[in-house]
């Protein structure tokens, strides 16, 4: 009698990455790229790497469509290859950016898999070409009037998913421009004797900050029973459940900026950026900025805030001809 797998709580691409994982261990490297991929896309999904895990499965299923469900054996996965299925993701009018994101998924899967010996090195690194760029984002920053303007908004009269958007707006301002993710996870333990102290998803790095007075009228605003200091979410959803809101909450704080009239899409990306740009605008220097925002390097703060620095060269420029 044939036994079939048990799938409960289990996508297929997780089962599929145990199946192939299971391949691999007997037989050292795996037969083709796609089966490097379902791998890493079970292996995010079995360690409750939620974002990764979703990002990693858009990647596959494009390039899975691509090849056509057949096989990408070592030989074929080149960097010619590669140019090719950038070509092909161009013409399905993807943009530039998004085309990079697969890009790197691919590469970041191709590394992993040479690196546990899954897959084969191929002669020459097929990413040795440098790829498509990546075209930098315009950096959005609010003013600090603007900031005020919306934490002060009247929002009773409206529905209280307004008032929640904005209040999390506000929340992630006071935070060092804490992402949406880490807001919404936030648990009361991490709160301690005036001190907010939290793992970053993104890098797992821990970061500590006071909790000054603003910060702290939003957290007493949303005491409850619930474990999270922002009851968005119930310690049983799950993680489908924390992309609606998401999704709902995006919604709300781009409708609050159309309602105060505000020129640029709000998001809530934008107080991170409005954070980091007041903080370099009242002196701050760059590594404290750094190490406010968890940047792992001054680098990365520097192409943070690289388009940013221009209003710094206009106002000088505007002493210099103001004769």
Known sequence: ??????????????????????????NKTLPDFISCFARHVGECERTGRNGSTANYRMAYRMLVRYVGGGKLPPEQFTAE?????E???????????????????????????????LFPAAGSNP???RLIKQVATRK????????????????????PKYALARDLFMFSFYTRGMSFVDMIYLRKSDVRDGVLTYRRKKTGQTLSLRVEAPLQKIIDRYDSDSPYVLPVLTADDSYRAYRQQQRELNK??????????????????VARHSWATLARDCGTPLTVISAGM???SERTTRVYLAQ????????????????
């Open 140 to 159: 959005r920053a609010l003013p600090r009037e603007t900031l005020r303007r919306i934490g002060g908004a009247d929002l009773s009269a409206l529905h």
């Open 1 to 26: 009698m044939m036994h079939l797998p048990d799938l409960t709580g289990m996508s297929c691409l997780a089962y599929m990455g145990q199946a192939v994982f299971a391949g691999a261990t007997r």
């Open 294 to 296: 968890g940047h792992t």
């Open 252 to 269: 709300f704080i781009r409708k609050i900026g159309e309602l105060l009239g505000i020129s640029e899409p709000l998001t809530f990306y």
């Open 127 to 129: 990413f040795r070409r």
């Open 81 to 85: 290859w590669l140019e090719h299925y």
């Open 308 to 323: 940013l620095d221009r209003s710094v060269i206009d106002k000088a420029n505007r002493k210099i001809i103001n004769l």
């Open 87 to 117: 070509r092909w993701l161009l013409a399905r009018g993807l943009g530039t950016n998004s085309v990079v994101f697969h890009m790197r998924s691919l590469r970041a899967v191709y590394n992993r898999a040479v690196e546990q010996g």
